[in-house]
């Protein structure tokens, strides 16, 4: 069925370093692919997102990467942060005329200080 | 602009009774989305309503829950009777030109 896949399901980092969350999804015709993060006890919230008409955004220290071919998508966080300590979801329209996300499972991401 | 307001944000319940949770969307948003987030998941579609029409309910389990989107603003989400395994968070989110945008959630809990 239609899904998408999300890669690690949980990653810890020195603060300062880099993190990468990586997802496929499995419709060719998915079109837009956000990216939230959810604190816990709190309610998801986009950070960056990305339409299938362009390869890469970038925003500060954030930056969302796109492989239409390959059918994958990547988060990129630089220079991390504590306060980047958090689960983000990556997430793709799928399906023809469904207008619904679907989600992906999740990476806990851990920043040491 | 107050956002997307979901009530309750706590539920307890016993097993076998009702519940109901109620969301209000952001103003304009045509679209609105009713998930189920799971501890340690991602949410999962439970219904999308277009205006007041239920475009896609194929996720919900329809001999215990139902929604309804009178007037095509406020919705309600009713879970009758509840089940241990219906302990989540429910999300409402609605969208319009500017995204998605996700209510605090109810956390519901079956005892």
């Known amino acids: 069925g239609e899904n998408v896949e999300q890669h690690p399901s949980t990653l810890s980092v020195q603060e300062g370093d880099s993190a990468v969350i990586k997802c496929t999804y499995s419709?060719?015709?998915?079109?837009?692919f956000p990216w939230y993060k959810q604190e816990l006890g709190k309610r998801p919230q986009l950070i960056i997102d990305?339409?299938?008409?362009?390869g890469e955004k970038k925003d500060q220290r954030i930056a969302v990467t796109l492989n239409k071919t390959a059918k994958h998508f990547s988060l990129h966080i630089t220079e991390t942060q504590p306060e980047d300590s958090a689960v983000y979801f990556c997430?793709?329209?799928?399906?023809?005329?469904?207008?619904?996300?679907?989600f992906g499972s999740g990476t806990r991401l851990q920043v040491q200080p | 602009e107050a956002g997307v307001v979901q009530s309750p944000r706590y539920k307890i319940i016993e097993k076998k009774q009702p519940v109901a949770f109620w969301c209000n969307p952001i103003?304009?948003?045509?679209?609105l989305y009713w998930y189920r987030q799971n501890l340690g998941q991602g949410p999962e579609l439970l219904i999308r309503y277009e205006n007041e029409e239920a475009v896609d309910d194929s996720q919900l389990p329809k001999d215990r829950f139902s929604a309804e989107r009178l007037k095509g603003v406020d919705s309600t989400l009713k879970i009758q009777p509840a089940e241990l395994g219906d302990s989540a968070v429910y999300l409402c989110a609605s969208s319009g030109a500017g995204g998605y945008t996700f209510g605090s959630g109810t956390r519901l809990t079956v005892v």
């Open positions: 419709d060719s015709a998915s079109n837009y």
């Open positions: 990305i339409r299938s008409n362009v």
């Open positions: 103003s304009g948003h045509n679209t």
């Open positions: 997430a793709a329209h799928l399906g023809a005329g469904r207008r619904a996300l679907t």
